[in-house]
């Protein structure tokens, strides 16, 4: 059974490598914008599909004092005002069952992914309230979680969608980011992403991948030297898609900046991911 389907003008699933990228959080208007239009234009010149991210709230965020973002009102306006002026889909992260329809409608008619968190992969309510909505849904794979457990969270999705009025067939995808063993240190096992495609398409983020959660004084730190070499893995094992988080300044970013791609990187990753892509038979 093909599980591909398409948000907007992004195949998923269909042989074409596609782009989910932007900061970790929304800063602030203006920087949300200037960032993906430039990623906009990049990824437009390598004529890969582009989904702009960014998250309205981090609601894990280490410490109760850390920057968690505009909240999902004024969250949603600027992605909302971004998907129009673009014409690009963008995603965002939930974190309780209520802000679904809540995000949903405070988006409107514009093209955008519902990302469960990998904290909350496991949270049936959650999974059920964004199925409702009626979108596509990003469902990262808990730290915690073997890769072959995560079909329960596929099945939630895809059962719920089955019931509903529309009787469209959901559109679920997972990412992998990363599995932990404590020590504030991630592993990534590539065997995780065939498995993973059994079920649904599959995206690999190459930076939460490289993060070192709460390793330096409460806050989460990251080796964004090694964003290329795992890249590169996971699109030669056959992902679906690429998630990045890219930053202009990563060194002033207010969230995730010790493991966020700067910027003038993206393009010459890019064109080395694709090359992967195509010599791997895509």
Known sequence: ????????TVPVGRGKLFLIAGPCVIESETHARTMADAIQRIAADLHIPYIFKASY??????????????GLIEGARILRSIA????????????????CLRLSKALGDVEAVIQIPAFLCRQTDLLIAAAHTGRAINIKKGQFVAPADMHHAVDKVRETAATLSSGKPARVFLTERGASFGYNNLVVDMRSLPVMRRYAPVVFDATHSVQTPSAANGVSGGQPEFIPVLARAAVAAGVDGIFLEVHDDPTHAKSDGANA????KLKPLLEKLLAVHHAAGS
């Open 261 to 264: 791609l700067r910027l003038d």
């Open 1 to 8: 059974m093909s599980h591909s389907f398409e948000i907007g």
């Open 84 to 99: 129009q002026s673009t014409g690009l889909p963008i995603l965002t992260d939930v974190h309780t069952p209520e802000d």
């Open 57 to 70: 709230d981090k609601a894990n965020r280490t410490s109760i004092r850390s920057f968690r973002g505009p």
